[in-house]
C-alpha cells in the first residue's frame, strides 16, 4: 500500500513497531476515532459528537424502540444518512496491510458502520452489531440495508416495516441490550491470547468491552493506545500515540 506520513512521534511509534516485531499475536480493538477521518462523527467530541444534542437514552436505547417507534427511526433514518457513501479510511486500511503481512491477527470493533469490512478486513468482531442489516423481532425475517432504506422512506409513519408488520429493528447492539454471547466470548479469547492490544480511536469507556485491555494485561501481553484525547489506560499503555490516527497507523506500516 501507498504510505504518505504525517507529522507522528517518531520515537513512540518505533517503540510501538519494536512491540508489534516481537509479538507473535496483535490484535485491534478500534472505536468510533478511526471512523472520524471517514466523515463519521464520533459520540463525546463537544461540537460534533452524536450524543451532543440527543440524550442517547431516549434515541438509541431498546426501550425507546418498543415505545416510539417512529421517534427512534427518526434518528436511525438519520444515522443511516450520515454513513451513506462513507468509503475507509488510511486507517481502516494500514490495518488491512498489516494482517496481509501476518502482523494482525483480528479486528474486535465497537463500530457499527461496516468500514473495515469494506476495507477488506479479514477477521473482524463485530461486538456492537451492523447496520448492515435489520430484523423482525416477532418473526426473525432480516433484510438488507438497501431494502430496510426503501422501507423506511415509502413507510407513511417512516418506520420500516417486516412483511408481516412489525418494525424492524436495526442489528446493531442498542443501549439496554446484552452484547450478542458469540461475539463477546471471541473478542475475550483474543484478547486473552494478544502479546499487543492496539486500542485504536475508543475512549475505553463503554463496557464490557472496555475490560479487554485488562484481559490483555493480566495475561501478560502489551496494551497500546492510539487515540486522540484521555483514556483510562494512557498511564498504564505500554505506548500511547494521541495525534492523527491514519498518519500514526501509517507511520507504523512504515516502521515494520
Known amino acids: 500500500m501507498a504510505v504518505s506520513v504525517g507529522a507522528v512521534d517518531s520515537e513512540r511509534v518505533e517503540r510501538l513497531a519494536s512491540l508489534v516485531r ?89 463500530n457499527i458502520d461496516r468500514l473495515h469490512r469494506r476495507a477488506g478486513s479479514r477477521r473482524l468482531v463485530e461486538v456492537h452489531g451492523s447496520i448492515d442489516t435489520s430484523s423482525c423481532l416477532e418473526c426473525g425475517a432480516r433484510y438488507p440495508i438497501a431494502e430496510v432504506r426503501a422501507r423506511l422512506e415509502d413507510s407513511p409513519v417512516s418506520v420500516p416495516a417486516c412483511d408481516c408488520g412489525r418494525p424492524l429493528k436495526p442489528d446493531v447492539v442498542l443501549f439496554g441490550e446484552w452484547l450478542r454471547p458469540d461475539a463477546l466470548e471471541e473478542a475475550y479469547a483474543l484478547a486473552a491470547g494478544a502479546d499487543v492490544l492496539l486500542c485504536i480511536g475508543s475512549s475505553l469507556e463503554v463496557h464490557p468491552i472496555a475490560q479487554l485491555p485488562g484481559v490483555t494485561r493480566q495475561a501478560g501481553g502489551a496494551v ?18 494521541d495525534g492523527d490516527v491514519v498518519a500514526e497507523l501509517q507511520a507504523l506500516v512504515a516502521a515494520l
Request: glycine residues 10%.
Open 22 to 110: 516481537e509479538a507473535e499475536s496483535v490484535v485491534a480493538l478500534t472505536g468510533a476515532g478511526i471512523s472520524v477521518p471517514s466523515g463519521i462523527p464520533d459520540f463525546r467530541s463537544p461540537g460534533t459528537g452524536l450524543w451532543e444534542n440527543v440524550d442517547p437514552m431516549e434515541v438509541a436505547h431498546i426501550d425507546a424502540w418498543r415505545a416510539d417507534p417512529e421517534r427512534f427511526w427518526h434518528f436511525y433514518g438519520n444515522r443511516f444518512q450520515t454513513l451513506e457513501g462513507k468509503e475507509p479510511n488510511g486507517a481502516h486500511l494500514a490495518l488491512v496491510e498489516l494482517e496481509r503481512r501476518g502482523r494482525l491477527d483480528a479486528i474486535v470493533t465497537q
Open 224 to 241: 497500546a493506545v492510539i487515540t486522540h484525547g484521555p483514556t483510562p489506560w494512557d498511564a498504564r499503555a505500554a505506548v500511547k500515540l
